[in-house]
T-cell receptor, first 115, second 116 residues
Framework: DGGITQSPKYLFRKEGQNVTLSCEQN?????MYWYRQDPGQGLRLIYY???????QKGDIAEGYSVSREKKESFPLTVTSAQKNPTAFYLC??????????????FGNGTRLTVT | AQTVTQSQPEMSVQEAETVTLSCTYD???????LFWYKQPPSRQMILVIR??????QNATENRFSVNFQKAAKSFSLKISDSQLGDTAMYFC?????????????FGKGTKLTVNP
């Protein structure tokens, strides 16, 4: 079955360490996204990518970095510069951008806890 | 700025009854897409329903329907014959276009509890 896989489901890190969250999709989607979810805040866009080797900052990109070397993969690195990294992170994908009728498909998320 | 507002942080409804979740948005665009997503306790985001702005007919998906009022920029979700499995966070979302890119902007969500 096609879908989006995020791993791991739970991740724990010490403050000051960088950590990378994995996101893989086999839906053949061109566009991929990273969202952060905090209680009472809804989902906020961190980074997004329309095609391989290209990505853009979202609304809260500071302290995060991404890469898009393969169509299927869009890993997110939470750096030590992110002041409040503890959150639930959701990865999503959709067919070619510019087609608003294409809904986002989401992974199951990664809960990151930094202490 | 394009924003999405969900004014009801929490709601509850009795099983088999009907409930309406409200959503307003702000945009200067003439054509756009609106979505309702459901997030049950498993935290998986599930698309419930979507509406294209140029279509005047309200979208319907089984027990879920919307009341789309374009002039008022309102996009409410009605759940009929509520079931226990409808208990979830519900997010209204607006698809916006910026610099040739397409992004989904979410409201803060409404927590719905269906009581037996």
């Amino acid at each position: 079955d096609g879908g989006i896989t995020q791993s791991p489901k739970y991740l724990f890190r010490k403050e000051g360490q960088n950590v990378t969250l994995s996101c893989e999709q086999n839906l053949n989607h061109d566009a991929m996204y990273w969202y952060r979810q905090d209680p009472g805040q809804g989902l906020r866009l961190i980074y997004y990518s329309q095609i391989v080797n290209d990505f853009q900052k979202g609304d809260i990109a500071e302290g995060y970095s991404v890469s898009r070397e393969k169509k299927e993969s869009f890993p997110l690195t939470v750096t030590s510069a992110q002041k409040n990294p503890t959150a639930f992170y959701l990865c999503a994908s959709s067919t070619s951008m510019g087609q608003g009728s294409s809904p986002l498909h989401f992974g199951n998320g990664t809960r990151l806890t930094v202490t | 700025a394009q924003t999405v507002t969900q004014s009801q942080p929490e709601m509850s409804v009795q099983e088999a009854e009907t409930v309406t979740l409200s959503c307003t948005y702000d945009t200067s665009e003439s054509n756009y897409y609106l979505f309702w997503y459901k997030q049950p306790p498993s935290r998986q985001m599930i698309l419930v329903i979507r509406q294209e702005a140029y279509k005047q007919q309200n979208a319907t998906e089984n027990r879920f329907s919307v009341n789309f009022q374009k002039a008022a920029k309102s996009f409410s979700l009605k759940i009929s014959d509520s079931q226990l499995g409808d208990t979830a966070m519900y997010f209204c979302a607006f698809m916006k276009y910026e610099g040739g890119s397409e992004k989904l902007v979410f409201g803060k969500g409404t927590k719905l509890t269906v009581n037996p």
